[in-house]
Structure formats: C-alpha cells, structure tokens
C-alpha cells in the first residue's frame, strides 16, 4: 500500500507546476515525498481522503508530522469530560499536547460533577494557549476561573449552571467575570439557565452568534446593548429581552432567527430584521407578524398556534426549505392562491391534514426535491406528479403508500423508509438509488409479504431498529457489486444476517461495539483487504463525518445521532 500511495504521489506530482513553472520528474517509477516543496504537498494532501492520511501517519514520523500540519482537522481535538470518561479523556488531552503544533486547536468541555475545582484548574492552564471553545457548567464555587487570565484564543463560550440558581449562589459573578475577560474576542456565546447577571463590558465587537436557554430577560437584555449591529444569530429558548433595549438597540442584520417561546418581542424583532433574514425557527408563538420576509430560505415551525396562511404569504416567493413536522393537530385550512416556486424541501411529518399536505405539494409539485411525511393512507397521492422528487422518506406501509413509492422508484437518488412494505410480493426497482436507511426495522411481520427492492447503484446503506426478520438479501437486492458503505445499528444477533454475501466494493463497515469476534470474523470474509470494520464510538464518529463530505446530499445529523445512539447511547455531530 505505502509503494502504491507513493507512485500516486509521484504522478499527481509530476502533472503540478512548481513556482518556476518547470514539472516535477519521478525516478523509476517512484517519486521521493521528502523531496516535495510545501505548496505541491498542500495541493497533493487535498486529494487523499481520511483512511489515507491515517494511514499515511504510521509510515514515519516525518508523514506524521507533515500530515498533521497540513490537514488541520488532526490539530483540532474535542475533549468532553464527564463524570465516567476521565481516564480517556485525560488520555488524548495528553496526546493532544504532546506535540507542539502549529495553530493546534483545542475544544473543552467541562461537565463532570465529580471532578473537582484542582484537577479542573489544571486542566485549564494546560490547555490555555490552544483554546478556542470552552463549555463549562459551573455550581458557583469555581472561583479560581476568576484568578486565570484571559484565554487568549477563546472564540466559543457555553456557559450552564449546574442548578437553577447555583449550588452555592456565584455563578453569576463567575459567568460575568468569563464574559468580560473575554468580551472583545468572542464569536459564539451559549448561556443556560441564568435569571439576573448583567454583563456591563464595553463591549462584543466580534460576537455574532448568542443563543440563550432557560434565561431570564436581563442577561440576553444586557448583551444585545453590546452586540445589535453585528449579531447575525439569535436563538431564544425560553428566554426573552426587554421590548425597551430592542427599541433601542434594533438587530437589524439578523440573518438567523430561533425563537421558542411566546413573546410580544417576536413582533418587535422581525419588524426590525425581515429585510435580512434567511432562516426561522418559531415554537408556542400565537401569531405571525405581517412583515414581508423576502430574503427567507428556510422556515421551521415547532408548534402551530397561528394560521400558516400568515407565514407563508410572507415569504412565498423565497422560500426553499419548510419543515413543519414536529407540529400537532393540523387544522384544515384552505391555502391562499400563492405558490412556493422555489421550494425544494418539505418536510410533512406525520401528523399533517390531507387538505393541508395536498395544497402544499400541489403549489411546489415543480420544484420539489425532497419529501418527508408519514400518513400516505391517501388516493389523491397517486394522481400528484413530482417530476423533480430525488429524495424521499416516510413509512409506505399502506397500498397507497406502496403505489406513490413505485410511481417515484425511478427518479429517487435517496430513501428512508420506517417499517418494510407489507403488501404482497412486490418488486420495485430503484435504478438511481445510491443511498437507502431502513429505519425502524423490527423482527415482526410475515416475511411473505414484504415488498423486494432491486437497487443495483446503491453505495450506502444505514440500518437501524430492534431487529431483522430475514436476511437483508431477502429485503434489499443487487447491491452487491457496488456497495460502499455499509452502517448496522441492530441489536448484536442480527448483525450476521446483514452479511449474508460478499461485497467487493466495501469501504467501510460500522457495527454496534458490542458485535462478538466470531462474527466480525465471519463478516471480514466477505469483505475486500482494503475494506475498515469499525466498532469504537471515535472511529464510527469520524467515518461519518469523512462519508457525510463525500455524499453530502444523503447524509443529515439526524442520521447521525440516530446511528450513534442506537450504537452507543447518545449523540455526537459530524
């Protein structure tokens, strides 16, 4: 493998101009790294994708140190202590110092309850000169944050309190003092349940980005006085800002706007940003200001308490991505005669009323590229052209929801489907399909009914729920020839019967961590040399985020923190 990624090298190399404009040569068919000039390097090292570069880094510690230096996501480490990983952590926190590289980035995350002040206080100076995020929940006796000095790279500060007040009642003295130090130099500032601080600093030149959580009005009140013109993010989780400070320090370049809670300010805000405005997230909001939205992309309503008619019409012309799935109790509500000629996205969730889903799909049936909803009990589906519809999810379960997947089976690229298709023994090609996650999948059913999909393109496929109730060839075949990627996140025993035939193209394999090695074994057989079975959380994490940059279209963090959690219990982003 090191003689083949050399030659690579060599004639990726050899067809580069250096500065004087001459080319490079190899000697007998190989060319010397070493002999490279830095800028051809940097040019070279944007072609190898993750698995190369690791690679790459166990040959000689000269690659170790010239990967490192010029990929710089091997500089950017994220240590997150909590109370039952200190012992790894502390591990690559030592790893991470041990060399001392150039714009070496470290992201800190401090909320373990059982650590104490002494070991938190060394672990800070260490990390000092190469801290840039730091997230930290503080019980109000951490008073040795007050005697550090300031972070001088600090650009992210999330900010929690471990009770609603502070076991011992300084957090505020201790968030203020965090705040001002670092006031001029902050980009991003998270506050979570803080009632009554002030920040009173001359000011945040540089923050742009402050999202608040369970706070009462004064903190986000105080801040806004200090950072109104540059502000281009604001999110308001329970959390509100006195309607006398927006007056008079109006967010006139909002671009993002998140805001969870019903408030007379909501009006005040968007009469003041919907010249600039591109994305909205509203929840528990009683009504929709009548402000033309005309640079909105994107709009996200969590619950609906207002008439979505006074939404739209805002932002008709402009709007690209609406997501209305988290909301309940849909009423049927005859739409205006304005169209949504840009939308590409929507997303219906499962409890949209038929009137209501039809009129929408009818007004962007032109451009729609992806389609999210769940309640396919519904004829008038079938009579809906989608000649742009490329991704689709949603349980197709029903005979309904079986002829609207058929109809579309040729033009999809991507498919999620929750619970298999149970309505006799169908055959339905996807000529295209390059990315299927089978979400949900149970034991259950009469496997004699399941429907058959023929996917002869696939390259990734995502598995996920309790269980299999036959082998995967069963469900999903002709895959084998080009599949790429393959994820299980299934309880361990139905592992095995998702690799019942080789699979020559596979790069990648993520299996839950507690697959045994017997079955590993088996599963290797069938796979290439080259190919990876990954089981550990970091790994798993890190070969998402490398398959994410090379099939961005399919892959969400939704699907990500599903796939973890299912894995290992929890959540991570790419």
């Given at each position: 493998m090191w003689r083949k990624i050399k030659s690579n090298f060599g004639i990726m190399a050899s067809s580069i101009p250096t500065e004087d404009g001459k080319r490079l040569k190899m000697a007998e068919g190989v060319f010397p790294i070493q002999d490279l000039p830095d800028d051809i390097l940097d040019i070279l090292f944007e072609y190898l994708d993750m698995k190369t570069k690791k690679f790459l880094r166990t040959v000689s510690?000269?690659?170790?140190?010239?990967?490192?230096?010029?990929?710089?996501?091997?500089?950017?480490?994220?240590?997150?202590?909590?109370?039952?990983?200190?012992?790894?952590?502390?591990?690559?926190?030592?790893?991470?110092?041990?060399?001392?590289?150039?714009?070496?980035?470290?992201e800190l995350a401090l909320k373990s309850c059982s650590m104490d002040n002494a070991t938190k206080e060394d672990v800070l100076k260490k990390v000092a000169p190469f801290l840039h995020v730091l997230k930290i929940s503080l019980a109000g006796d951490e008073m040795f944050l007050m005697e550090l000095p300031k972070f001088d790279h600090l650009t992210s500060l999330e900010l929690s309190c471990s009770f609603a007040r502070g076991q011992f009642g300084n957090t505020d003295a201790l968030m203020h003092d965090l705040i001002t130090k670092h006031s001029a130099q902050l980009k991003q500032l998270n506050l979570d349940h803080f009632q009554e601080f002030i920040v009173d600093s001359p000011g945040c030149?540089?923050?742009?980005?402050?999202?608040?959580?369970?706070?009462?009005?004064?903190?986000?009140?105080?801040?806004?006085?200090?950072?109104?013109?540059?502000?281009?993010?604001?999110?308001?989780?329970?959390?509100?800002?006195?309607?006398?400070?927006?007056?008079?320090?109006?967010?006139i370049n909002l671009q993002h706007l998140k805001m969870h809670t019903n408030s007379e300010i909501f009006d005040v805000i968007i009469g003041q940003c919907h010249n600039s405005l591109t994305f909205l997230s509203i929840g528990n909001v009683s009504h929709f200001p009548a402000h033309p939205l005309p640079n909105l992309r994107e709009l996200k309503v969590i619950s609906?308490?207002?008439?979505?008619?006074?939404?739209?019409?805002?932002?008709?012309?402009?709007?690209?991505?609406?997501?209305?799935?988290?909301?309940?109790?849909?009423?049927?509500?005859?739409?205006?005669?304005?169209?949504?000629?840009?939308?590409?996205?929507?997303?219906l969730g499962m409890d949209?009323?038929?009137?209501?889903?039809?009129?929408?799909?009818?007004?962007?049936?032109?451009?729609?590229?992806?389609?999210?909803?769940?309640?396919?009990?519904?004829?008038?589906?079938l009579f809906t052209e989608l000649p742009q519809l490329r991704h689709l999810v949603g349980n197709f379960n029903?005979?309904?929801?079986?002829?609207?997947?058929?109809?579309?089976?040729?033009?999809?690229?991507?498919l999620e489907i929750c619970d298999w298709i149970q309505t006799g023994k169908t055959l339905i090609d996807f000529p295209q399909l390059n990315f299927f996650w089978y979400n949900g999948c149970h034991p259950g059913g009469n496997t004699k009914q399941d429907a058959k999909f023929k996917t002869p393109v696939l390259k990734d496929l995502l598995i996920t729920g309790s269980g299999l109730k036959t082998s995967l060839t069963n469900l999903?075949?002709?895959?084998?020839?080009?599949?790429?990627?393959?994820?299980?996140?299934?309880?361990?025993?139905?592992?095995?019967?998702?690799?019942?035939?080789?699979?020559?193209?596979?790069?990648?394999?993520?299996?839950?961590?507690?697959?045994?090695?017997?079955?590993?074994?088996?599963?290797?057989?069938?796979?290439?040399?080259t190919a990876e079975i990954l089981t550990a959380k970091s790994a798993v994490q890190q070969a998402l985020r490398d398959r994410a940059k090379r099939q961005s279209l399919y892959y969400t963090q939704e699907i990500a923190d599903c796939l973890i959690y299912c894995m290992y219990g929890g959540n991570d982003t790419f």
């Open positions: 510690q000269w690659l170790y140190d010239q990967v490192t230096f010029f990929d710089t996501r091997f500089r950017h480490w994220r240590i997150e202590f909590t109370d039952n990983n200190h012992d790894i952590q502390f591990m690559h926190l030592n790893k991470a110092l041990l060399k001392d590289y150039q714009n070496l980035k470290i030149p540089s923050l742009d980005t402050l999202r608040m959580h369970n706070c009462g009005v004064k903190p986000a009140s105080s801040i806004i006085k200090h950072c109104h013109t540059q502000l281009k993010t604001l999110e308001l989780n329970h959390s509100s800002i006195d309607a006398g400070i927006l007056a008079s320090y109006p967010l609906w308490m207002f008439d979505i008619n006074s939404a739209l019409e805002q932002c008709c012309n402009s709007l690209v991505k609406l997501d209305i799935r988290e909301v309940r109790g849909y009423p049927a509500t005859e739409l205006s005669a304005y169209q949504l000629p840009k939308l590409t996205y929507l997303d949209c009323d038929p009137l209501v889903r039809n009129q929408l799909l009818a007004k962007c049936n032109k451009t729609l590229n992806k389609l999210i909803f769940y309640n396919t009990n519904d004829e008038q589906l029903t005979f309904v929801g079986c002829q609207f997947l058929k109809k579309h089976a040729g033009q999809l690229v991507s999903v075949q002709g895959y084998e020839a080009t599949l790429e990627f393959i994820a299980v996140a299934l309880p361990s025993r139905f592992v095995e019967s998702c690799f019942s035939q080789d699979l020559p193209k596979v790069e990648y394999v993520l299996l839950p961590k507690d697959t045994s090695p017997a079955v590993i074994k088996k599963i290797r057989a069938k796979l290439p040399d």
